[in-house]
């Protein structure tokens, strides 16, 4: 059993940047691929990031392609989300999510077993 706790959203102005944090309970954490989400009213749950257990490989949504970055300490049980140049169209509920899958095979949010409770990231423009 994995437990993940997301941190560090809020409300910034369009063109600013957020580092959301999601630190696992255990001592596992380095055996998952870790993913971000995100889900806005209305929508769809949306893959937005997934990075590799040694945090070597990375894959992002076409949507935030250069200009969200993912990273992972394994010593702190943490993956981090740099969120930059950031658009109101970012603005939804994101999720952390822990995977057994490689993460080049977890774009789907039915690759991952675990998942966080959400924390609200709010765009102005």
């Known amino acids: 059993q994995v437990q993940l706790v997301e941190s560090g959203g809020g409300l910034v102005q369009a063109g600013g940047s957020l580092r959301l944090s999601c630190t696992a309970s255990g001592r596992t954490f380095g055996t998952y691929a870790m993913g971000w989400f995100r889900q806005a009213p209305g929508k769809d749950r949306e893959f937005v990031a997934a990075?590799?257990?040694?945090?070597?490989?990375?894959y992002y949504g076409d949507s935030v392609k250069g200009r969200f970055t993912a990273s992972r300490d394994n010593a702190k049980n943490t993956v981090y989300l740099q969120m930059d140049n950031l658009k109101s169209e970012d603005t939804a509920v994101y999720y952390c999510?822990?995977?057994?899958?490689?993460?080049?095979?977890?774009?789907?949010?039915?690759?991952?077993?675990?998942w966080g409770q959400g924390t609200q990231v709010t765009v102005s423009s």
């Open positions: 999510a822990a995977s057994m899958k490689a993460a080049q095979n977890a774009r789907g949010s039915g690759d991952y077993d675990y």
């Open positions: 990075i590799s257990r040694a945090g070597i490989n990375r």
